[in-house]
């Protein structure tokens, strides 16, 4: 049987975008439900289950294609700093529990020095079931791409 640590993993990635941290970040803590009108061909929909928007605890279901798949996810508030512009969000139930025993996303978005526009940081954890199972680089990218799309998404409405 292969040691769990060979199967925990952790990816990052950051992407420069020009909206503000906080206006990036309001949209993942405040208005979720609206990530899908910014990137319709990734993100179908986003519902609250329980719970309030942007706060701990609650629990919110993203409905998304990945690798051309529809995909379901059901998941949990477990951090939101204001300050930091930071959310994670704890996979509970869906098609990545398929392949990891856990999952977790966090966003941190810190504006840019000196200049306009910000850095959006993605940091994913993850626990894989086997050592068949691939390390979500494609999940990764896929945070990339909306991250792209949501900032323009931000930059026409201004």
């Given at each position: 049987?292969?040691?769990a640590s060979s199967l925990v993993g952790?990816?990052?990635?950051e992407v420069e975008i020009k909206a503000s941290a906080k206006k990036f970040h309001h949209m993942?803590?405040?208005?979720?439900?609206?990530v899908s009108k910014a990137t319709p061909d990734k993100i179908h929909g986003c519902?609250?289950?329980?719970?309030?928007?942007g706060k701990v605890g609650s629990i919110v279901i993203w409905k998304y294609v990945h690798d051309g798949k529809l995909t379901v996810g059901k998941n949990k508030i477990e951090a939101v700093d204001p300050e930091k512009n930071l959310i994670t969000f704890k996979?509970?139930?869906?098609d990545l529990m398929n392949e990891y025993k856990s999952f977790a996303f966090t966003l941190q978005v810190t504006p840019k020095q000196g200049e306009s526009g910000s850095i959006a940081h993605w940091h994913l954890e993850y626990e894989k079931i086997s050592e068949e199972v691939?390390?979500?680089?494609?999940?990764?990218?896929?945070c990339v791409e909306i991250s792209k799309e949501i900032d323009e998404h931000l930059l026409a409405e201004e």
């Amino acid at each position: 049987m292969a040691e769990a640590s060979s199967l925990v993993g952790k990816l990052e990635t950051e992407v420069e975008i020009k909206a503000s941290a906080k206006k990036f970040h309001h949209m993942f803590t405040e208005r979720p439900h609206h990530v899908s009108k910014a990137t319709p061909d990734k993100i179908h929909g986003c519902e609250l289950h329980e719970g309030d928007w942007g706060k701990v605890g609650s629990i919110v279901i993203w409905k998304y294609v990945h690798d051309g798949k529809l995909t379901v996810g059901k998941n949990k508030i477990e951090a939101v700093d204001p300050e930091k512009n930071l959310i994670t969000f704890k996979v509970l139930e869906g098609d990545l529990m398929n392949e990891y025993k856990s999952f977790a996303f966090t966003l941190q978005v810190t504006p840019k020095q000196g200049e306009s526009g910000s850095i959006a940081h993605w940091h994913l954890e993850y626990e894989k079931i086997s050592e068949e199972v691939a390390h979500p680089e494609t999940l990764l990218q896929f945070c990339v791409e909306i991250s792209k799309e949501i900032d323009e998404h931000l930059l026409a409405e201004e």
